[in-house]
């Protein structure tokens, strides 16, 4: 076999991403082409952010459209936020249950009554509307923030939260080279 012919690229990563695509998820492909700044094709401030949280905050106003700008405003910052003293356990079970239950936010309306909401972050209610949340698989998208810059093969994000991570590798490599090479430094 002419393992040149055979990149995972072409035969396997391609393939995945048409298929999410088919699917509805919009296709992006990050390396090489992705630039920095609010009207940038993800729309990051640098590689260091992974989360789209121009996408996020149209989520959230999408999803929670009679809140003022400041209840979003509140959410993002509680998504965005990590408390150092937490593991990372803790931290992923602390997101998870936001992005499940919706985020506690403190909302003062224009009469000048104060309540407590919830402002959903993903539309878990509606299966038969899959539009109203929007999700992206991006190839190749660069991410810092350990000991080295990461590119992930594929990242699946919903409403702006990175939820898929893929990795793939050609039919003659050994999986456990993904695991070791990649996903442990992920």
Request: charge should be negative; charged fraction near 30%.
């Amino acid at each position: 076999m002419n393992r040149r012919r055979y990149t995972e690229d072409q035969s396997v990563q391609k393939p995945a991403a048409q298929l999410l695509a088919s699917m509805g998820w919009r296709s992006v492909v990050a390396f090489n082409a992705e630039d920095f700044g609010p009207n940038s094709l993800l729309g990051r401030s640098s590689k260091t952010e992974f989360v789209l949280q121009r996408h996020l905050r149209a989520a959230l106003v999408r999803l929670n459209p009679s809140v003022p700008e400041l209840a979003i405003s509140q959410a993002m910052d509680t998504l965005l936020t990590l408390d150092a003293a937490k593991t990372l356990v803790e931290t992923n079970e602390d997101k998870y249950k936001l992005v499940r239950d919706g985020v506690p936010v403190q909302v003062r309306w224009p009469d000048g009554r104060e309540s407590a909401e919830r402002l959903t972050v993903i539309d878990f209610d509606r299966p038969e509307d899959p539009a109203r949340n929007e999700c992206i698989c991006v190839e190749e998208m660069w991410v810092e923030g350990g000991p080295a810059p990461v590119r992930p093969d594929l990242l699946g994000f919903v409403n702006g939260l990175p939820l898929v991570l893929i990795e793939f590798k050609r039919q003659d490599k050994e999986l456990k080279v993904a695991f070791d090479d990649n996903l442990t430094r992920y």
